[in-house]
């Protein structure tokens, strides 16, 4: 592949991050808003007439889409009752659906009794039998699995799918070279594919050759557009295998220092991870050298910046930033007003706030920050004005429910309608963000409190720490010494550390209510902790 290719599909790639890390969000509220509209027509068409198949798969096919699985059985098993036995292609097409959506609900022997039914129409369908071969998989019946995929490779030898599930077979029974043989003949005929690569790099990762499985990322991310598939593919990739996934993208910016993609790409794996000394290093260098020029690149750099306890910067940074946009986007105004609050510009940043809130009147994030804002200014009425506004979007916003059980108990002596608030927290779920510890906390549930923060971390083991950082704020609010809690805040300190967690200002300065280490900076050990981690805030490389 010459450079020029080679640069072509990286800038190709790299522009779907880019426009898709802004219209995210966007793109989902359209999508919510066009699924509901087409559910409605369904609807209302099965409620006319409730006995017309057609308009029953369609609806059914519609569901599986929408990801409502059980919805899609139900129709589809009411259109096999619909329709007559002679209506062989559609109750094949039937069984087919209803058998996708028993896999996606990992119901695989469901999903072979509706395989089975449809074998019976058509045994020879190779997508049948790509399913057949996959439930059988699932189940653990290796010898079908392989009959069923050697079978598609008979009929079509230039299966690169039915190579990696053959290939997936030899995996599942430790015969490493002999899956390798299946992903080397699959890239050997399709050297052009990025899935091929993509392919065996899922099969290096599952023999935890996970180098040689994100040099394979990085070969599909050059060989065409995908999407920015594979870029998803190796950030996902960093948050088990970081050092591995840096490591290549080093090698591969050293031996094409003008492709910014590598550079970008690094940044946003450290940022993801929170190492921002990283992803600054990453980020400065594409813009001293002039790789990219992109408004994003400038908000990236400036939240770095700010993280890294340099809010003159990065102040500096967002406002080139906003100057750059084409549509105004309030998350560029919150980091500026976090900026200014950080400077004790608070004039400036209620201001600031103010013009995202005029972008955007309903957006949660400003409504947060401005209430944030507010509770600080101990304007506490209006920071409950906002958070109410909020709320009202969002009834479910566990930060927002604890700011406001924050307030109520601690500045307006409400214990009682604290405690109703901190209660609707729990409904808010128990990973990472339902902060349901610290309402547990509140609510006088201290045991029950450190099992959610041991829980979050077996659930989040990656390498950034954060989680490590959410487990020590909330011990330190419980705080019983004889239960050892300013032990246990300081070690998942450490711990956080240690996996190379590098924001300065949420260690050193954030006093936001409730996820904040203002507690544990009081412990006589914590200085000497953040100096011997000092590396995690330097920008390096």
């Not at 180098?211 to 995908?226: C, F, K, P």
């Not at 307006?412 to 906390?441: K, M, W, Y």
């Not at 971390?457 to 487990?471: E, F, H, T």
Request: hydrophobic letters at 40%.
């Amino acid at each position: 592949m010459t450079m020029k290719r080679f640069m072509w599909a990286a800038m190709l790639a790299l522009s779907v991050i880019l426009v898709s890390a802004q219209t995210t969000a966007d793109d989902e509220r359209v999508r919510q808003r066009i699924q509901t509209a087409v559910m409605d027509v369904y609807d209302k068409a099965v409620a006319e007439n409730p006995n017309d198949a057609d308009t029953r798969f369609a609806r059914a096919n519609q569901l599986y889409l929408n990801g409502d699985y059980q919805k899609a059985i139900d129709d589809a098993n009411i259109v096999l009752n619909l329709l007559p036995n002679k209506d062989k292609e559609m109750r094949f097409d039937t069984y087919m659906l209803k058998a996708r959506a028993l896999a996606d609900m990992g119901k695989y022997e469901d999903e072979v009794d509706a395989l089975q039914e449809a074998a019976e129409i058509n045994p020879k369908s190779m997508a049948l039998i790509d399913l057949m071969g996959k439930a059988c998989f699932n189940l653990g019946d290796m010898d079908a699995a392989e009959k069923n995929f050697k079978t598609i490779l008979r009929d079509t030898p230039m299966n690169y799918d039915a190579h990696y599930w053959l290939a997936r077979v030899e995996v599942a029974r430790n015969n490493y070279g002999k899956a390798y043989e299946y992903c080397d003949n699959a890239v050997n005929l399709f050297t052009a594919n990025p899935q091929v690569y993509l392919n065996r790099a899922d099969i290096l990762s599952r023999s935890n050759q996970h180098e040689q499985a994100a040099q394979d990322v990085v070969l599909a991310m050059s060989v065409g557009n995908d999407n920015g598939k594979a870029m998803r593919q190796l950030i996902a990739m960093s948050d088990n295998h970081y050092n591995e996934v840096m490591n290549v993208l080093a090698t591969s910016s050293d031996q094409a220092p003008r492709v910014g993609m590598f550079h970008y790409v690094r940044a946003t794996i450290a940022m993801r991870q929170y190492h921002y000394g990283q992803a600054l290093w990453s980020l400065n260098y594409i813009i001293d050298n002039g790789l990219y020029d992109y408004h994003s690149i400038y908000y990236n750099q400036a939240q770095c910046l700010f993280e890294l306890g340099k809010a003159d910067e990065a102040l500096k940074a967002i406002d080139r930033a906003i100057a750059m946009l084409d549509t105004q986007d309030p998350a560029y105004y919150i980091l500026k007003a976090r900026c200014q609050q950080s400077l004790k510009q608070t004039d400036a940043a209620q201001a600031t706030l103010d013009q995202a809130l005029k972008i955007e009147p309903k957006n949660e994030d400003v409504l947060l920050e401005q209430a944030r804002l507010l509770t600080n200014l101990r304007a506490d009425q209006k920071a409950l004005d906002c958070l109410s506004s909020l709320l009202t979007v969002n009834p479910t916003h566990a930060d927002a429910l604890l700011l406001k059980g924050w307030i109520q108990k601690y500045r307006q002596n409400n214990p009682s309608a604290a405690s109703r608030t901190f209660e609707q927290v729990l409904a808010c779920g128990d990973d990472i963000n339902s902060r349901r510890g610290f309402a547990l906390h509140e609510l006088g549930r201290p045991d029950e409190a450190r099992q959610w923060a041991n829980k979050i971390i077996q659930d989040n083991r990656i390498i950034g720490g954060k989680s490590y950082i959410i487990a020590a704020a909330l011990l330190s609010c419980i705080g019983d010494y004889e239960a050892g809690d300013k032990t246990q805040a300081l070690n998942y300190l450490r711990s956080a550390l240690a996996n190379g967690y590098g924001s300065a200002y949420e260690l050193m300065d954030n006093e936001t209510p409730y996820v904040n280490l203002k507690l544990v900076r009081r412990y006589p050990d914590f200085l000497t902790i953040i100096d011997q981690n000092s590396a995690n805030f330097q920008v390096k490389r």
